[in-house]
C-alpha cells in the first residue's frame, strides 16, 4: 500500500535553514505530482509547494515563494522541502501529500508529518 | 486567491443523527471541489473529490453535492468515528490551492 514518511522536523532559530524529506513506496513516484502542505498548530490546512510528476513545473504559495524550494529525486521515490529564511510563523506539522490523478490537484495520500518549530 | 469559507465553525450532533456541513468559494470552481477529514493526531483523509464522489473506501454516509460556489458534505447517520475536523478544498483556480477553515463535528 501507499507509504508516505516525512523527516527532518526540528527546532530551528529564526532565520535558519531546515530541509525536510518526504520518503514514499507503494506507487510509482515519477507518475505523481506531489505537494507540501501545512498546519500550524491548532489551525487549518495550508497548501505551499507543489512540483509537477516530472519536476519541470513548480509552484509556490506567495508567503514561501523565494524562500522554501520543492525538489524530488525519482531514483529514491523521495520528495523534498528546504526552507530558508524561517520565520516564526512558519512553525507547523509539514505534510507531503500526493495528488490522486495527474491534472486533478486534490490529495489522496499523505504522510503522518514533521513539526517545524521556528524559535529563539 | 479563491477564499474556501466553512459553516459552521463548530457543529454538534448526537450519534445516529444526521450531519450537514457548508463550504463556499469566493469564486466558481465548477466541481473542482475536495472534502478531508481530519483526527486529532492524525493526517487528513480524503473523503470526497469532484465535489461528490467518494474515494476508496469511504462509506456511503458520506456524500457530497453542489456546484459553482456552494457546496455541502453530509453524514447521514453519524458513527463514534466521523467526529472530527472536516475541511473542503478548491482545486479549480491555483496557485494557490486553497482550503476552508474547517467544520469540527463534536459529540453533544
Known amino acids: 500500500q501507499v507509504q508516505v514518511i516525512e523527516s527532518g522536523g526540528r527546532v530551528v532559530q529564526p532565520g535558519g535553514s531546515l530541509s525536510l524529506s518526504c520518503a514514499t513506496s507503494g506507487f510509482t513516484f515519477s507518475d505523481y505530482n506531489m505537494h507540501w502542505v501545512r498546519q500550524a498548530p491548532g489551525k487549518g490546512l495550508e497548501w505551499l509547494a507543489f512540483?509537477?510528476?516530472?519536476?519541470?513545473?513548480?509552484y509556490y504559495r506567495d508567503s514561501v515563494k523565494g524562500r522554501f524550494t520543492i525538489s524530488r529525486d525519482d531514483s529514491k521515490s523521495t520528495l523534498f522541502l528546504q526552507m530558508n529564511s524561517l520565520r516564526f510563523e512558519d512553525t507547523a506539522v509539514y505534510y507531503c501529500?500526493?495528488?490522486?490523478?495527474?491534472?486533478?490537484?486534490?490529495?489522496?495520500?499523505w504522510g503522518q508529518g514533521t513539526l517545524v518549530t521556528v524559535s529563539s | 486567491e479563491i477564499v474556501m469559507t466553512q459553516s459552521p465553525a463548530t457543529l454538534s450532533v448526537s450519534p445516529g443523527e444526521r450531519a450537514t456541513l457548508s463550504c463556499r468559494a469566493s469564486?466558481?470552481?465548477?466541481?473542482?471541489l475536495a472534502w478531508y477529514q481530519q483526527k486529532p493526531g492524525q493526517a487528513p483523509r480524503l473523503l470526497i473529490y469532484g465535489a461528490s464522489t467518494r474515494a476508496t473506501g469511504v462509506p456511503a454516509r458520506f456524500s457530497g453535492s453542489g456546484s459553482g460556489t456552494d457546496f455541502s458534505l453530509t453524514i447521514s447517520s453519524l458513527q463514534s468515528e466521523d467526529f472530527a475536523v472536516y475541511y473542503c478544498?478548491?482545486?479549480?483556480?491555483?496557485?494557490?490551492?486553497?482550503f476552508g477553515g474547517g467544520t469540527n463535528v463534536e459529540i453533544k
Open positions: 512540483i509537477s510528476y516530472d519536476g519541470i513545473n513548480t
Open positions: 469564486q466558481n470552481v465548477r466541481s473542482n
Open positions: 478544498q478548491q482545486y479549480y483556480n491555483w496557485p494557490p490551492l486553497t
Open positions: 501529500a500526493k495528488d490522486h490523478e495527474r491534472y486533478w490537484y486534490y490529495f489522496d495520500s
